[in-house]
């Protein structure tokens, strides 16, 4: 009988810390327990913010901090593709990094359901849709939590609520994804497995336990692949619980297994390009993991606790940790029952502290940040833990030997580093509260009148101590360097989308939306088409095409910045750039001379320059000789560095020094030198003496600018190469969501080289090759017209998994709507 076994007979309510098979089917769940966790949840979160004053509630115009500000011009793309307006779709974008895949993207920073909000408000306000994601969330995942506690054990739908809440508002959630609003979805995605879970062992609806995996994995896999091993643990956690035969556990194992198989099926044209898209993207230096000391460990359990930067987020409200902690002491549940969930989130615990656990929580990969990304899956089975334990009538005595015990660690931890901000007021101020609730909850039973007090300081204090704890995460976040608030809204941000839209060519030209950047993605944010991108899945082959020519990037080349320069310019087709205005808040675009976005190539060509350099290197992708690179004589200091050069007078200058941070000077103006984030950075024009002198104010111990730090452009030579590949190159251009079609002159022969860098994916009507980087093709004789069309690497295996996952859910679905109607 296997997935469809018939459900088991309905069984009388089990004795008091007695675990048994519940009956299938029981009375709906109120509604008013899930509705009162999310309420608390989300009410508490901007709450927090408002007493900040930031973001909505005050600021207006600024987000959270750079972080978050990655994913609001994401939610701007995919606001473009539902309205009509982007250069792509959903299997890729024009708008950054020259032409780069999008589905991945998709589904990794927009796979959540509830980032479908931006698409309801005015484009100019997509951030405040993006802000509503994080609350909208915590709340959608403490509702669930109220719904899967009421499964494990029956109890007043309040104190389902109250702790519903507690999870919602964990360490995790306020501090490490409140603003990543992808990963909060693993916050939904535990509770709604948890249910999946007991849908399993009540031996039935195993289409919606499909669906459910389905949903969490299409939410956002990477936290719903450690929500799923949680719901691992749960499931062998109740399966040692409760009274089941040897056959209904094996039951229990195959129902879980095979729905949970089918359900990631139906994400696989998702979820597989992601896995091959991360193979091919751009490596980072991430280190291997190394375990915080055991008191930082431990003061992460503590409420209302932010330590500084990779530390574990552990706690949870100080209700629910009290709770917790007196589990183990009631006698009044079955041993069996306490020694198995301790045991279980012990090791859980535990798990994160030991290297190879910590891999296979995060699908055998070395996280790039913080490595204690998964610890929400600990803050669930606390909130189990004391949810068992209320519903077990706790005695006041191991309460309050509970909260002594919370009082005293935290008096012993009180000197770990960073530690502060609300900590003694969640222990003691919270504690107390919590304990005075939790005793007059005990005492409710003879004195009816004090149960209402008891609600009241329960939903009181959880709201109270959360939103502090919410508000010092937020405040102590923005200490760190990443963290300062970025302008996501407002008269620049419109001023600056209005001028890169007033000379929008596109696909004639690309234009680039100049600097300084307000985010990583201004391409997705502006609709520009420049290099400026930031994606985990940035491809390898666009940093080794684009890093040689002078493009700037960061987090390990997965971000990549513009450049102002003319070469680079004529190379991918920039024939328009915004810039700043005079005035404040105001921008102003300009246009120039650009190639087509497909040119053609007949001969080879090499540079004379120095082979090694950047400015050899553009040169060879241009096909002509527009640089004069000089050698260069250095002086000064260490901290003080001074290069003179000689150029052509007219000539203009430019600049590369990958290895040096601090402060350029040329010409009695000063520009700042941010090492490999920098790029080619224009100095001038060269004056009439022919001497470039550049001093270089650095703290970089060791560094220098190279043996070639100098290019000087020749214009006019620039000139006539950009006038020879726009009359040779493409006459018309056509750019689809994903493809690009390019009609030649007449009798063109050669090599045909697209503005684009060859990431995988690229089938060209020819065979396509690399040109430094570039996608290319030989032009085949009597063609005078040459495409490529674009398709994620396993899209077409992807979406045949998804067939078959579908078959087998429509399959279970039928066989088991035929069986109820036969009676069977």
Same mark, same amino acid.
């Given at each position: 009988m296997g997935i469809l076994a018939v459900e088991p007979a309905t069984q009388s309510s089990p004795p008091p810390g007695q675990d048994r098979p519940r009956p299938a089917p029981r009375r709906a769940t109120p509604f008013h327990g899930p509705l009162l966790a999310f309420l608390m949840a989300s009410g508490a979160f901007c709450a927090s913010w408002a007493a900040r004053g930031t973001f909505p509630f005050g600021d207006t115009g600024r987000a959270v901090n750079d972080q978050a500000n990655q994913y609001v011009? #994401?939610? %701007? /793309? +995919?606001?473009?593709? &539902?309205?009509? %307006? /982007? /250069?792509?779709?959903?299997? #890729? @974008?024009?708008?950054?990094? #020259?032409?780069?895949? #999008? +589905?991945?993207?998709?589904? @990794?920073?927009?796979? @959540?359901?509830?980032?479908?909000?931006? *698409?309801? *408000?005015? %484009? /100019?306000? &997509?951030?405040l849709a993006v802000f509503a994601i994080t609350p909208v969330t915590m709340g959608t995942a403490a509702a669930l939590m109220a719904v899967y506690l009421g499964k494990l054990h029956p109890g007043p739908w309040w104190q389902r609520g109250v702790l519903g809440a507690v999870y919602g508002l964990c360490g995790w959630a306020l501090s490490d994804a409140s603003y990543i609003p992808m990963w909060l979805w693993g916050l939904v995605a535990l509770p709604l497995l948890g249910i999946a879970v007991e849908w399993c062992l009540e031996d039935r609806r195993w289409p919606g336990v499909a669906l459910l995996v389905a949903l969490a994995w299409f939410g956002n896999f990477y936290t719903a692949m450690m929500a799923t091993m949680a719901a691992c643990v749960l499931l062998a956690v109740r399966l040692v619980v409760l009274e089941l035969t040897g056959a209904q556990r094996l039951r229990a194992v195959w129902r879980a297994g095979t729905a949970a198989t089918t359900g990631i099926l139906l994400t696989l044209p998702l979820l597989l390009p992601a896995f091959l898209a991360s193979g091919a993207a751009q490596p980072t230096g991430a280190a291997a993991f190394d375990p915080v000391r055991i008191e930082a460990f431990l003061t992460g359990m503590l409420p209302g606790t932010h330590l500084w930067g990779g530390r574990p987020r552990l706690y949870v409200a100080s209700l629910g940790l009290i709770l917790a902690g007196s589990y183990l002491l009631n006698t009044g549940i079955a041993r069996r029952t306490r020694l198995a969930w301790t045991g279980a989130a012990l090791l859980v615990v535990l798990s994160f502290q030991f290297p190879p656990t910590q891999y296979v929580w995060h699908g055998l990969a070395v996280p790039n940040g913080n490595p204690y990304r998964e610890t929400f899956v600990f803050s669930g089975m606390v909130v189990v833990i004391a949810w068992l334990s209320l519903a077990g009538r706790p005695r006041p005595r191991h309460l309050a030997l509970t909260a002594a015990l919370l009082v005293a660690a935290t008096f012993a931890l009180r000197h770990t580093d960073d530690f502060g901000g609300t900590t003694w007021p969640a222990v003691l101020g919270g504690g107390a509260v919590s304990l005075l609730a939790l005793v007059l909850l005990a005492l409710g039973d003879k004195h009816r009148l004090l149960a209402p007090v008891a609600a009241v300081l329960m939903v009181g204090v959880v709201f109270a101590e959360s939103t502090a704890a919410a508000a010092n995460a937020d405040a102590r976040r923005a200490r760190e360097r990443w963290a300062k608030p970025i302008a996501t809204s407002g008269p620049s941000i419109t001023n600056h989308f209005d001028a890169v839209r007033s000379v929008d060519g596109w696909p004639a030209y690309r234009t680039d939306s100049g600097g300084p950047q307000t985010s990583y993605n201004d391409g997705l944010a502006l609709r520009a088409q420049g290099p400026q991108y930031y994606s985990s899945y940035l491809p390898e082959a666009t940093y080794k095409a684009l890093e040689p020519l002078g493009y700037g990037h960061k987090n390990d080349g997965r971000t990549l910045f513009g450049a102002d320069n003319p070469v680079l310019d004529a190379i991918f087709s920039i024939g328009a750039r915004a810039e700043p205005g005079p005035e404040k808040n105001s921008w102003t675009a300009r246009t120039f001379p650009a190639p087509p976005l497909v040119t053609v190539r007949s001969a080879p060509y090499t540079s004379p320059n120095p082979p090694a350099g950047v400015y050899a290197h553009q040169e060879q992708v241009l096909g002509a000789t527009v640089y004069q690179v000089p050698p260069v004589a250095r002086g000064g200091s260490a901290a003080k560095q001074r290069y003179t050069a000689r150029c052509t007078p007219g000539s203009e200058a430019f600049w590369y020094s990958p290895l040096l941070y601090g402060t350029l000077s040329f010409g009695g103006a000063e520009r700042p030198l941010q090492d490999r984030m920098a790029g080619v950075l224009r100095l001038g024009e060269v004056p009439a003496s022919g001497r470039v002198d550049v001093t270089v104010r650095t703290r970089t111990r060791g560094g220098t600018a190279g043996a070639h730090p100098v290019g000087c452009l020749d214009r006019a030579a620039l000139a006539t190469r950009v006038g020879r590949l726009t009359a040779t190159g493409a006459t018309r251009v056509r750019a689809g969501g994903h493809t690009i079609e390019a009609t030649l002159p007449r009798e063109a022969s050669g090599t045909a080289v697209f503005a684009m860098t060859a990431v995988p994916g690229w089938q060209c009507s020819a065979p396509a090759k690399s040109f430094h980087g570039l996608v290319s093709l030989d032009i085949p004789q009597g063609t005078d017209k040459v495409s490529c069309t674009f398709t994620p690497k396993g899209l077409t295996p992807g979406l045949a998994g998804a067939a078959l996952g579908l078959l087998a859910l429509a399959s279970v679905t039928v066989a088991g709507l035929r069986r109820r109607r036969t009676g069977a």
């Open positions: 011009p #994401f939610h %701007r /793309a +995919l606001w473009d593709l &539902v309205h009509g %307006r /982007a /250069a792509g779709d959903l299997l #890729f @974008t024009w708008h950054g990094g #020259f032409g780069q895949q #999008f +589905l991945s993207d998709y589904h @990794t920073y927009l796979g @959540t359901p509830f980032s479908w909000l931006a *698409v309801l *408000v005015p %484009r /100019a306000h &997509v951030d």
